[in-house]
């Protein structure tokens, strides 16, 4: 009997409720049912098919559905299983992670939203992307198709923004969010630097149409703007105090490698940094210049693989002060670029043409 047929045998089974059958069964062709002869994850498909219909009939406690999803998601290869069984649990529920521990015990009647979830998740579909929403710092932002969905390690950019401007305090500082995405990073910013304003761009008009929605929800739409521009082109001459971006900064070609959650729901747009990734960064050497004056301050998310050649980059356009980001367990995740570091670099022959 092929693979395919004993799934069928195993499915009948399991419509039927011969549990009895269904378990002498699965004992008698757990042998046959190899890695090799059938695909990976399908017999722990099977058993966790199982145990979900065979507790059909009792009430489920939340324990259960928390076992019964973390299962779920770890054989669909889904990178923390555990954390998101319990997210998405007690998001549904209304109750902290911590509170769901508490009640582990407590019996659920209808649990068709939290199965209706899990098997989203299963499809590796992220969970911000479930609920339509996600919190980022201390904000809620809303998230869209075709839109960037926040980085949470972005968030720390927000902590180094508080430590640049302790250093080099500002009145009513005006900010610049290139590439806003859901607005989240600019929002966030303006959220905790009561006399704030900003300006955020975007390419695609979903994400700035979804910013506005952002900030109207967060209570800071008459201080902020969000514009269509392609990268600065809407902004210029205009210059600000402080620059945040979190530019595209995938190699062109490892796109295609990267996970599920990001290859399938984020736009390639806001992914693709070029042939080597760095595209971006290097348009910002320049483009800090336009958008800045004396005494701003720029601040750039960076993955840790990149982050000794972007700051070589900025270093060799002339800027002297280019400090490194961490967050809170040390890794690199971004830079600082103060503009009044800014010398240009001047060659050998500009400085003989100097005597003519």
């Known amino acids: 009997m092929s693979t395919r047929c004993c799934l069928q045998v195993l499915s009948d089974l399991f419509?039927?409720?011969e549990w009895t059958s269904f378990l002498f069964y699965l004992s008698q062709k757990q042998n046959f049912l190899t890695p090799v002869a059938y695909a990976p994850g399908d017999f722990f498909c099977a058993r966790?098919?199982?145990?979900?219909?065979?507790n059909a009939c009792r009430?489920?406690?939340?324990?259960?559905?928390?076992?019964?999803?973390?299962?779920?998601?770890?054989?669909?290869c889904v990178?923390?299983?555990?954390?998101?069984?319990?997210?998405?649990?007690?998001?549904i529920l209304n109750i902290s992670r911590k509170e769901l521990k508490q009640r582990l015990d407590q019996t659920i009647e209808d649990i068709s939203a939290i199965e209706q979830a899990v098997a989203q998740r299963e499809q590796r579909i992220p969970i911000a992307r479930i609920f339509g929403q996600t919190?980022?710092?201390d904000i809620t932002i809303k998230t869209g198709e075709g839109v960037f969905e926040p980085c949470i390690e972005t968030e720390?950019?927000?902590e180094h923004l508080?430590?640049?401007?302790?250093?080099?305090?500002k009145t009513n500082p005006r900010i610049l969010d290139i590439g806003t995405g859901t607005g989240c990073l600019l929002l966030s910013a303006l959220k905790e630097i009561p006399d704030a304003t900003g300006v955020g761009v975007d390419i695609a008009g979903a994400a700035v149409a979804l910013a506005k929605e952002n900030a109207a929800a967060n209570g800071v739409a008459d201080r902020v703007e969000f514009r269509?521009?392609?990268?600065?082109?809407q902004v210029v001459p205009e210059t600000f105090d402080i620059v945040l971006c979190n530019p595209p900064f995938v190699p062109s070609d490892l796109i295609k490698t990267l996970v599920p959650e990001v290859k399938l729901h984020d736009p390639h747009a806001s992914l693709d940094g070029g042939k080597d990734g760095l595209r971006f960064y290097r348009q910002l050497t320049e483009d800090f210049l336009r958008v800045s004056h004396e005494g701003s301050i720029g601040i750039l998310h960076v993955s840790m693989t990149f982050i000794e050649q972007v700051k070589h980059i900025f270093q060799t356009a002339g800027y002297q002060s280019v400090e490194v980001c961490r967050n809170y367990y040390g890794v690199p995740m971004g830079l600082i670029v103060l503009r009044d570091s800014y010398c240009p670099k001047v060659s050998l022959m500009d400085r003989l043409l100097r005597f003519f």
């Open 48 to 54: 966790i098919f199982f145990m979900n219909h065979a």
């Open 79 to 91: 990178y923390s299983p555990d954390a998101d069984a319990e997210i998405i649990i007690s998001t």
């Open 15 to 17: 419509a039927n409720g």
């Open 162 to 169: 508080h430590l640049a401007l302790e250093k080099q305090p």
């Open 135 to 137: 919190l980022f710092r």
């Open 228 to 233: 269509v521009s392609n990268w600065i082109d």
């Open 156 to 158: 720390t950019l927000i």
């Open 59 to 76: 009430m489920k406690t939340l324990r259960d559905l928390l076992h019964d999803a973390t299962l779920r998601l770890q054989v669909a």
